[in-house]
């Protein structure tokens, strides 16, 4: 029974009514969480991210700024935390965690391509195409009378042809864009979390090239049919 409540968590009729949801979150339902930290007073959004926002909400009023309050993590309904730039950029290098990424579906979105590195990224599948993504923060917002919780994330490039065919479909390489390549997303398009991890790639006569590599936690798909979660408090989590 478990295994299909991790499966499929509407089965699980008493996950939203033990009242035992983390301090300060915010239940997005279907098991999804805002957790902190967050801000109480919403900032503006400058330049790019503003205009990326606009894209996600076309019929929405275009005057003045867009202030919104930020969120510094999401929980998953496999149990998973996914981070963020905005909080984890605070933190001395050693602290950052590279299991901040995510896979994430995406079957049909209207959004543009108009924003560091071993932060939280995501696998994104977007018109029948897998890419990796960074997030930059969450946020929660009322849209034609309907809740959106959203991610501000970057795009990678598309995975590197040539070693995923010498790999035999097995490494997926890509190169971070930044801030070319911003776009909004739901976050319950979100699948799982993964890492990516700097590699130096060199393949024939090409110059060695600072790229990204997939990995994917192992032994996750046991810790979810067993119930475990991740800590949503404020205690220091493992860095993977």
């Known amino acids: 029974m478990n295994a299909l409540k991790a499966m499929i968590p509407d089965l699980d009729l008493d996950r939203s009514t033990k009242g035992d949801l983390p301090c300060s979150s915010k239940d997005l339902g279907n098991s999804y969480l805002l957790l902190h930290a967050y801000e109480a007073e919403p900032r503006p959004l400058q330049d790019c991210k503003a205009d990326t926002l606009w894209e996600f909400l076309p019929s929405a009023p275009r005057e003045g700024d867009i202030s919104i309050c930020w969120w510094a993590k999401l929980r998953l309904p496999t149990g998973q935390n996914c981070y963020s730039v905005w909080k984890e950029k605070e933190k001395p290098l050693e602290k ?3 299991a901040r990424n995510v896979k994430v579906r995406c079957t049909s979105v209207t959004l543009v391509l ?12 977007l018109d029948n195409e897998t890419r990796i993504a960074e997030v930059h923060f969450f946020i929660h917002l009322c849209y034609d009378e309907e809740d959106k919780a959203l991610m501000l994330v970057s795009l ?9 065919r010498l790999s035999v479909n097995t490494l997926w390489s890509c190169e971070y864009l930044g801030d070319s390549a911003l776009k909004f997303i ?3 398009c979100i699948c799982a979390v993964v890492a990516m991890v700097p590699h130096a790639l060199a393949i024939g006569e090409r110059p060695a ?8 936690k192992p032994g996750f798909d046991v810790a979810v049919i067993s119930g475990i979660e991740e800590d949503a408090s404020g205690v220091e989590e493992p860095l993977f």
């Open 96 to 98: 950052h965690r590279t």
């Open 186 to 188: 739901d976050v319950k």
């Open 209 to 216: 090239r600072k790229w990204f590599f997939l990995i994917e």
């Open 156 to 164: 990678f490039s598309n995975l590197d042809p040539t070693l995923l």
């Open 114 to 125: 108009p924003l560091y590195s071993l932060l939280t990224q995501l696998q994104v599948f």
